[in-house]
């Protein structure tokens, strides 16, 4: 059971018909990005693969997949000292490995929403007002 509050929970994505859930989870007070994949062997889900452990609440949480290269690309945006900044990070789950890291400090307020539409094999990530 989720219990907090928030806009965007999950996102269901597939890689050659295999569904991966990304979902926010709590940890302690916090929400963390986690994983999981479908097993179809044995019909279950993978054991949760934790992506993220910054302690900080977390908003518009979202992610694209990228087929051709094997990458989901995770963004959201954080609450840090009062302030929200936009994280980002491209994740190779056949690897387990993080591709790149950044985040970009103060630009949004707590009354936008982002969303990643994919193009020409680059992720756009665009703030709009609420």
Do not use: A
């Not at 054991?47 to 910054?54: A, G, H, R, S």
């Not at 056949?94 to 020409?120: A, C, E, H, R, W």
């Amino acid at each position: 059971m989720v219990n907090f509050n928030i806009l965007d929970k999950f996102y269901i994505v597939f890689n050659n018909n295999i569904p991966t859930i990304f979902y926010l989870n709590l940890v302690g007070e916090y929400e963390e990005v986690f994983y999981s994949t479908f097993i179809y062997e044995n019909l279950k889900w993978s054991e949760p693969k934790q992506l993220t452990n910054t302690q900080t609440n977390k908003l518009y949480f979202n992610i694209l997949n990228d087929i051709d290269n094997n990458l989901y690309h995770v963004v959201f945006s954080e609450n840090t000292q009062n302030q929200y900044s936009i994280k980002y990070m491209n994740y190779n789950i056949k690897d387990d490995t993080f591709i790149n890291i950044f985040s970009v400090n103060g630009l949004i307020s707590g009354q936008s929403f982002m969303f990643g539409p994919y193009f020409n094999s680059l992720s756009w990530y665009i703030l709009n007002p609420l």
